[in-house]
């Protein structure tokens, strides 16, 4: 018998029913052969319907099915939408509520079908002033959004903005004053907003674009009621989703942060928390906005998480659900340990092993830990601890996050180790086991169990962090462990893996063979590889011959293997809502197989060179095999692959002589370096010989070897008349040695220089004096920091205000009027830009020709540059960085009204012209690729487009442009915007179209 609430029988429901349908009968109208629909505007008629569902659904709990209910939802749905639509007052107030009632019952796979009308007749009601309107159609409204079918969003969407349901939303909220609403008004109004901002990337930038509302609920978040912080709260993690959101809720963020830690910490309910670490997560999304962030509140966010991890109980035996929920988003929000910075000093501060470590072993107690213990018991306590298997589902979160605390230690960093150094030595012993038990395995590791498998990957992983990491401390406790655990049968399976990886480019296949056993086996070699014993075994067996031929077959099947990734992210970059984040590649993310491969490498050369080798076995001697080292590692060093592998390509390469990295604009100062035109210095050496230089460049690059004088701007003189080209000799030292100062000057214009052995003792001499960081990292063959950048040359330092004096022309745009134009270097209140000779003719030959060619323009200190204002912008950008700026992205660009967009496409259009007056061919490409991108999310910017790119005669660009205008030329057509275009362009655009309606079919 189906009975609910108050114990209705069957006949109670029968009753109530039929009172339903006489109710109903009232307003059913027959409108086609379909049948009836419910339609009646009489208030009274539409008050006595409502009261009859709601005393029939009355009957009726989310476990009760009944057939009675089933069958008359669709009456029911009608006559509710229709009374809503009305919107009568009176009504639509008690209507609202039994929607909310309905959908509490109703399984939301039947209420699907009625949700695109209920959204509908709901959304206006939202702008109502009454309370009692308002908020029960929000409640009702956020709960079918949330039970929403991806298929319907798009329809939903257009709904919302025909109704303006996010403006009225966010109206809502701003006019949110304490007192006169309840708690629970704000409540259900954040929440709709952050459900429709978690389904729609559309509404976030009316929401973080809007200041009136961000101080409101800036207000609200510091209000004492909890409700109101975690609706807040709710509503920043929502918007975090949005990159440009983000920056905005963190460049103000001081409260915002304050607010989402308190959460986090153990005295807030357990909703609060887990959102808490959602927002801070998102927020972590990139890393430049993780350092923002942690630079405000790394201490508190990192004890919080690390506190959340360690601190916890089971009850009779197992974990609550919402406990481990809990867990694994701290775990997720400890990955911010990917990324260098002073978060991980309170990391270890906090005591992070023993954190970790309680998570591993069940009732952990670092008591029970015993300093005195050899290593074998440890190893025998670790393989206990592994077998039971504790919390498998966080074990893949524990390796990963001690990985990356180990990659990115200080080198001195056991001094802060305090008492947590025997739980760390205790993880170090488990991650080693882990790894030799998947090495042991081998092909059988992913066949039955995926998380055994995961936890395979993770820890080997780990282990390989651990070794490779900068503390002396970790790194050789790693070794000396895994060293220990291996020796059983450690040849044996050191033999099947090198089987193994020389079988994959001698098969002929195109793929991995298994991804999982792939990573394992290449990291079970690199580990191998940096103990010696082994290390001289795989160098006897041929194992760098295996490991440059996987090298080539990566590079060769590069697309088939994918630029997979398999180091974790934290969930927010797998949250495939998110919008406007710029997430730059990670290190190991891209082409991590490669990074395994080189990291490898790394450990032979390195012991084929440190001399415990016997040089008469020594491979490298034989040139053929030096010269497929070097071939490969320049292709990858040079080649489109991830920082990681280019990086470690580039420190094996020092071993060989060749130092640092190839660029574009290293490659055009080299040329102003051979080139002495533009030059205002002159070395003189002791033996007589003489090199020419710019002070601008070894001011930015190698600051050192300028005068002390010269070094900054002591703000008395600027140039401003003619400059009188004068050069300044300076006479060096009889003990500066001119080979290296040579060598270091090339270094310093290019980035890259190659040194014999000879002169290596010297050059790093020199470079130890004159600071150069970065090269002396590499001369001392000291292994590049886990993460960082592959040092780039910008010198757009030189346009900083304290080395102005160096400058020796001044470009000119040509507008005369810019708002708001003020010149950080002088008074002149028309725009301009100041610049250098040396550069400006670096990049681009035409003014090369022009600066010496002795016509008056080569004397002038004013070069006209016939662009706007933001194009000179953007132009001196690229001579100093050699990157062209891109155009707001994401919601900015999708939020700015026409005209401004067509202001940024003009800029780009008019360097476009500009460059080929100036022959800069690959500007040009960068630009044409900038306007095309930016066509292709605004195709209705076409036809401006075509008539601007026409006015500069720039048939090219017109032509491209006339094919982004293709798909859309009949909505053109009737629009009657061609009509203003010139025929010859409007039978452009024509051709285009039928090329496309062709391509098409
Ligand atoms: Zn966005
Ligand atoms: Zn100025």
Redesign the pocket.
Known sequence: MASSKGGNSTGHINTLHQRLYHALNLGFRVCDEKGKKWKCTDIEIQRHVVKSISAFLDCFSRATSNNRLKESISDIAGALVFILGCKNRAVVGLAANVVIRLIRIVPPSILQSYSLDLVESLSPLLRCQQLEVCLPCAVALNAILINLRETKEKEVWKIFEGAETVVSVVANLQNFSEGSMSVEWFQEMASLLSTIMLKW??S??SV?HNPALMSVLESVSQKPDLGLRVATLKLYSSLA?????ANELIDNGKPMLDLMISCMEESSPQNARIEGFKLAQRLATGNQECLKMIDICSESLVKATVQTMGKWSLSSGKLSYDQKSLLVEACKLALITRWEGKHHFYFWKYRISEALLSLVVENFRSQSLDGSVSLEEEISLAEKVLNAKFLPSLRSYVWDIIGFLAAHCQEEFDSILHEDELCLNFLITCACLTLSRSVQKGYQICQTDIISASHSESASRAVLMMINSPSKYISSRARVTLSFILEEGGKENLNYLMKFMGYIPSSGGYILPNILQTTVCLVGYACYSSIPQYASFILRNQGLEILLSFCSWYQRNWENVGASSFAPSPQSTSEKR????VCTEDWENKDAFLLYALLALTELVNHSFSGQYHAEDLSMKSENLKDRLCTTLKEIRDGDYGSGPKWYAAHILSYLGYFGFQHNLGKRLMGAYEDEECSDMRLLFASGNSVSVHKVIIAVRCPMLLPPKERAHNGSTILTEKSQRTVQEIRMSVNVDTLALVKLLEFAYSGYVEVESTLLKKLKTLVRHCKAKVLLQMLCRRRPKWGSLIPGIDITLALAPKLIHFSDVILVPKETNVAGFNCRMCSSTSPHAHSHRVILSSGCEYLRALFRSGMQESHTDRLNVPVSWLGLTKLVSWFYSDELPNPPS???W?NMDNEAKLDELQAYVEIYSLSEWWIMEDLQNDCAHVILSCLESARELSIKTIELAASFSMWKLVEAAANHAAPIYHQLRDSGELDELDDELVNLIRTAAVQFSQQGS
Do not use: S
Not at 241 to 245: A, E, F, K, N, Q
Not at 578 to 581: A, D, G, L, Q, S
């Open positions: 990337p559309q976030r930038y973080w989703l949005c990159g440009h959101g998110i919008c406007c984040w994401g919601c900015k999708n």
